[in-house]
């Protein structure tokens, strides 16, 4: 195909082979640099199998620095060493004091060494080039007469890694140099990441292939770039900033009076450099720059542990020097760090409002970015699987942001021995009720959504709610007022309320915030306020069975739900007698929902609870569940899946109703047919299997109209 395009023939080679790299250096420079993609990728990938075609077919046109070579040379059995021209130093540390007691600065790392910069050049407040401590991988790289040659790592500082192969495949740095005017020798030094999105994008595609996931996006960086098949890290997604620069052979010769000048030569070479970098002046516009990224942190493309000081001018830097193998002039300024060791003591499991239950660590106190940590979320059973997370074993805990701080990994040299596998455990530890896990949910929840006080709040808030029982004017704040004080453990309990108890109970609460004194006046209000709250509460005894189910709260059942529900049965006891297998058979009940209700019913404090309800007075009509008996399809069970041209799927559940079929929600044996519309899935496949009749729309609908429907 590229073989035989227009431009080929128009074209001489070379000159083709020319025009390709230039678009797709170009192409590169816009979207690394600039940070302004020019063409979509499909056209990137066209350019690049035409240059790959092209070079194919003439081998002489081949050059080191063609685009092509960043899919990946062979494979080599080691890396050679590479002697720096100029050694790559390392950076002092300032950590903020996080446990810094009163009268002592937090800051008094910094604020040293920016007093040691000054009193060292004799001025104040000088200019440093500031800008985010990536956390990646140091590299250098060579260029010589405007291409690269030589990519090392930092290794010692003198000695690192030939990494050129590898850092050939990396997108971002430039294989040739745009523009002209540059020396005939230039080492760029800078750091390669793994962007964040790349690595959770990476590592969404291991788990989805059963591949192994990068621990972290720095060590998906430094892992990436030391592989011996470059073709490797060619797939990997990893992004490169050039934050310093060298001509050497001589240490001294510089590109420009002062690093920021430098840098912007550096970028109109092609090299990318970090968009946050900037200038400031003095102690205070470093620790400006400090908290500034610190709160945009979270929020950058890529990870960074903290920021790095610099003395802008190099005139400054020469004067100022060396101290072994770090430079006066700058200084990394650290975060606390999001990650620390620590000993899990128990595994608890959290109840939340709703019932879910979460497996919670709990830690040996231990300090991560800068706050005591003491709890970790395990989010649930599978993650506490997958960890292995065990009662003893010693983990790293992390902490980012507002982020609730989890446990990432345990640290398996260190587990005691007969440290035993953790279980779910199966009753609720607040109010005893089972613990059920449905099949295919994530989360285990306790069943004991009537009785249980972790859930009581939130099941009398539903329970009370407009659309439930409706009972006018209890809302959250008095319902949390009833709990706090007492008067209500459970929901039956509204219905033994009296005016005297509201009455106390909102002196109380009004006590408690320091409220207004009573008066005469306020004494009315509030008797016409409780009166009106009994009369609710009396009113809400009357309903109707659907809302009465749907405001039990049982798990993923909502008023359409209800509604099903108390067709189908016609009365409580029938539901509640029903077991999981005849719940599925009604229609648009899943088998997850089945669980959740059968789990709901069969906790023996739930019963109770109803009971005590419909002691108080709750009450409403029951009814003979709804279905014809003596229509053309009476006894039979239908199942719809797929999507129909001509009818909704409730249309067509109505129209097989009132033939009197039953239209159930899953395919079993006494299922009589199924009608499969389009993009069918597994209901079809199991009618198949189980060798259940399957129709077609046009049957169903010749069906429908053969009955005048
Ligand atoms: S400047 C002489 N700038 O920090 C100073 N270093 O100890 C040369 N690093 O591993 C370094 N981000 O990879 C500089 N914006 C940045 C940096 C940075 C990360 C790393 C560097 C090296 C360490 C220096």
Same mark, same amino acid.
């Given at each position: 195909m590229a073989k035989t395009s227009h431009h080929q023939q128009a074209q001489p080679a070379a000159q083709r082979a020319a025009t390709l790299r230039d678009a797709i250096d170009d192409a590169n420079y816009r979207y690394y640099v600039l940070d302004n993609p020019a063409i979509p990728d499909a056209e990137y990938d066209r350019l690049m199998r035409e240059l790959e075609a092209l070079e194919s077919d003439h081998p002489e046109l081949a050059t080191p620095d063609s685009p092509t070579n960043r899919v990946g040379a062979k494979p080599v059995a080691g890396f050679a060493e590479v002697r720096h021209a100029i050694p790559m130093l390392s950076l002092a540390n300032a950590f903020t004091d996080t446990e810094a007691p009163a009268g002592v600065d937090p800051e008094h790392e910094v604020r040293d060494f920016v007093r040691r910069v000054e009193q060292g050049l004799g001025i104040a407040d000088p200019e440093f080039a500031v800008e985010p401590k990536f956390d990646g991988l140091a590299i250098s790289l060579r260029y010589e007469a405007g291409v690269f040659v030589q990519g090392a790592t930092r290794g010692d500082g003198t000695t690192g890694e030939d990494v050129t192969a590898n850092l050939r495949t990396v997108k971002a740095v430039p294989l040739r140099l745009r523009g002209k005017a540059w020396p005939t020798v230039l080492e760029v030094r800078g750091e390669v990441y793994?962007?964040?999105?790349? &690595?959770?994008?990476?590592? !969404?595609?291991?788990?989805?292939?059963?591949?192994?996931?990068? @621990?972290?996006?720095?060590?998906?960086?430094?892992?990436?770039l030391r592989q011996l098949?470059?073709? #490797? +890290?060619?797939?990997?997604?990893?992004?490169?900033?050039?934050?310093?620069?060298?001509?050497?052979?001589?240490?001294?010769?510089?590109?420009?009076?002062?690093?920021?000048?430098?840098?912007?030569?550096?970028?109109?070479?092609? &090299?990318?450099?970090?968009?946050?970098? =900037?200038?400031?002046? %003095?102690?205070?516009?470093?620790?400006?720059?400090?908290?500034?990224?610190? *709160?945009?942190?979270?929020?950058?493309?890529?990870?960074?542990?903290?920021?790095?000081?610099?003395?802008?001018?190099?005139?400054?830097?020469?004067?100022?020097?060396?101290?072994?193998?770090?430079?006066?002039? !700058?200084?990394?300024?650290?975060?606390?760090?999001? /990650?620390?060791?620590?000993?899990?003591?128990?595994?608890? $499991?959290?109840?939340?409002?709703?019932?879910?239950?979460?497996?919670?660590?709990?830690?040996?106190?231990?300090?991560?970015?800068?706050?005591?940590? +003491?709890?970790?979320?395990?989010?649930?059973?599978?993650?506490?699987?997958?960890?292995?997370?065990?009662?003893?074993?010693?983990?790293?805990?992390?902490? @980012?942001?507002?982020? $609730?701080? /989890?446990?990432?990994?345990?640290?398996?040299?260190?587990?005691p021995p007969h440290a035993k596998p953790w279980k779910m455990p199966?009753?609720?530890?607040?109010?005893?009720?089972?613990? /059920?896990?449905? =099949?295919? =949910? #994530?989360? @285990?929840?306790?069943?004991?959504?009537?009785?249980?006080?972790?859930?009581?709040? /939130? +099941?009398?808030r539903h329970f009370a709610s407009r659309r439930a029982m409706d009972i006018d004017g209890l809302g959250e704040r008095y319902i949390g007022d009833l709990i706090e004080f007492g008067y209500v453990?459970? $929901? *039956?309990?509204?219905?033994?309320?009296?005016?005297?108890d509201f009455l106390e109970m909102k002196r109380r609460a009004e006590e408690r915030d320091g409220a207004i004194p009573d008066t005469v006046k306020a004494g009315k209000i509030a008797s016409k306020w409780a009166g009106n709250l009994v009369e609710a509460i009396e009113a809400s005894k009357a309903t109707t069975l659907e809302r009465f189910l749907f405001a039990l709260g049982i798990p993923e059942v909502g008023e359409a739900t209800a509604k099903t529900l108390a067709r189908h049965f016609g009365s409580l006891e029938a539901l509640m007698q029903a077991g999981e297998a005849d719940l599925t058979e009604v229609s648009d009940i899943g088998p997850v929902m089945a669980g959740h209700i059968a789990a709901f019913f069969a906790e023996r404090r739930n019963r109770e609870a109803i009971a005590a309800l419909r002691q108080a007075g709750v009450?409403?009509? =029951?009814?003979?569940?709804?279905?014809?008996?003596?229509?053309?399809? !009476?006894?039979? +069970?239908?199942?719809?899946?797929?999507?129909?041209?001509?009818?909704?799927?409730?249309?067509?559940?109505?129209?097989?109703?009132?033939?009197? @079929?039953?239209?159930?929600?899953?395919?079993?044996?006494?299922?009589?047919? #199924?009608?499969?519309?389009?993009?069918? %899935?597994?209901?079809?496949?199991?009618?198949?299997?189980?060798?259940?009749e399957v129709w077609d729309e046009a049957r169903l609908l010749a069906l429908l109209e053969s009955h005048g429907s």
């Amino acid at each position: 195909m590229a073989k035989t395009s227009h431009h080929q023939q128009a074209q001489p080679a070379a000159q083709r082979a020319a025009t390709l790299r230039d678009a797709i250096d170009d192409a590169n420079y816009r979207y690394y640099v600039l940070d302004n993609p020019a063409i979509p990728d499909a056209e990137y990938d066209r350019l690049m199998r035409e240059l790959e075609a092209l070079e194919s077919d003439h081998p002489e046109l081949a050059t080191p620095d063609s685009p092509t070579n960043r899919v990946g040379a062979k494979p080599v059995a080691g890396f050679a060493e590479v002697r720096h021209a100029i050694p790559m130093l390392s950076l002092a540390n300032a950590f903020t004091d996080t446990e810094a007691p009163a009268g002592v600065d937090p800051e008094h790392e910094v604020r040293d060494f920016v007093r040691r910069v000054e009193q060292g050049l004799g001025i104040a407040d000088p200019e440093f080039a500031v800008e985010p401590k990536f956390d990646g991988l140091a590299i250098s790289l060579r260029y010589e007469a405007g291409v690269f040659v030589q990519g090392a790592t930092r290794g010692d500082g003198t000695t690192g890694e030939d990494v050129t192969a590898n850092l050939r495949t990396v997108k971002a740095v430039p294989l040739r140099l745009r523009g002209k005017a540059w020396p005939t020798v230039l080492e760029v030094r800078g750091e390669v990441y793994m962007p964040k999105a790349g &690595f959770d994008a990476y590592n !969404a595609r291991m788990l989805r292939e059963g591949g192994k996931p990068l @621990a972290n996006p720095r060590n998906g960086a430094a892992g990436s770039l030391r592989q011996l098949d470059p073709r #490797v +890290t060619a797939s990997r997604p990893l992004a490169f900033y050039a934050y310093g620069v060298y001509l050497p052979p001589d240490p001294d010769a510089v590109l420009a009076d002062r690093h920021s000048a430098a840098m912007a030569k550096l970028r109109g070479w092609g &090299f990318p450099t970090c968009p946050q970098s =900037e200038l400031v002046r %003095g102690v205070e516009g470093c620790l400006g720059y400090f908290a500034k990224i610190g *709160a945009m942190r979270d929020r950058l493309p890529y990870g960074i542990d903290g920021v790095v000081y610099k003395v802008d001018r190099y005139d400054q830097q020469r004067e100022l020097g060396f101290v072994a193998r770090a430079p006066r002039w !700058a200084i990394a300024h650290k975060f606390p760090a999001e /990650e620390q060791a620590t000993v899990v003591e128990a595994i608890d $499991i959290q109840i939340g409002r709703t019932g879910a239950a979460t497996p919670v660590a709990r830690l040996k106190p231990v300090q991560v970015a800068g706050v005591t940590v +003491t709890n970790a979320t395990l989010h649930n059973a599978d993650q506490v699987a997958r960890l292995d997370v065990r009662v003893g074993d010693s983990v790293i805990v992390r902490r @980012a942001g507002d982020v $609730i701080p /989890e446990v990432v990994r345990v640290i398996p040299e260190r587990r005691p021995p007969h440290a035993k596998p953790w279980k779910m455990p199966t009753h609720c530890p607040i109010c005893g009720s089972a613990i /059920e896990r449905e =099949e295919g =949910e #994530v989360a @285990a929840r306790c069943s004991g959504g009537l009785v249980c006080a972790a859930q009581r709040r /939130e +099941t009398i808030r539903h329970f009370a709610s407009r659309r439930a029982m409706d009972i006018d004017g209890l809302g959250e704040r008095y319902i949390g007022d009833l709990i706090e004080f007492g008067y209500v453990h459970s $929901i *039956a309990d509204l219905y033994t309320l009296a005016l005297d108890d509201f009455l106390e109970m909102k002196r109380r609460a009004e006590e408690r915030d320091g409220a207004i004194p009573d008066t005469v006046k306020a004494g009315k209000i509030a008797s016409k306020w409780a009166g009106n709250l009994v009369e609710a509460i009396e009113a809400s005894k009357a309903t109707t069975l659907e809302r009465f189910l749907f405001a039990l709260g049982i798990p993923e059942v909502g008023e359409a739900t209800a509604k099903t529900l108390a067709r189908h049965f016609g009365s409580l006891e029938a539901l509640m007698q029903a077991g999981e297998a005849d719940l599925t058979e009604v229609s648009d009940i899943g088998p997850v929902m089945a669980g959740h209700i059968a789990a709901f019913f069969a906790e023996r404090r739930n019963r109770e609870a109803i009971a005590a309800l419909r002691q108080a007075g709750v009450h409403w009509r =029951e009814s003979a569940p709804q279905r014809r008996t003596d229509g053309p399809l !009476a006894g039979r +069970t239908v199942v719809l899946t797929g999507s129909l041209s001509t009818l909704t799927r409730d249309n067509a559940k109505d129209k097989l109703e009132a033939l009197g @079929a039953k239209v159930a929600g899953s395919v079993s044996k006494k299922t009589s047919f #199924v009608v499969a519309g389009d993009a069918a %899935g597994s209901k079809l496949d199991k009618a198949r299997a189980l060798g259940v009749e399957v129709w077609d729309e046009a049957r169903l609908l010749a069906l429908l109209e053969s009955h005048g429907s």
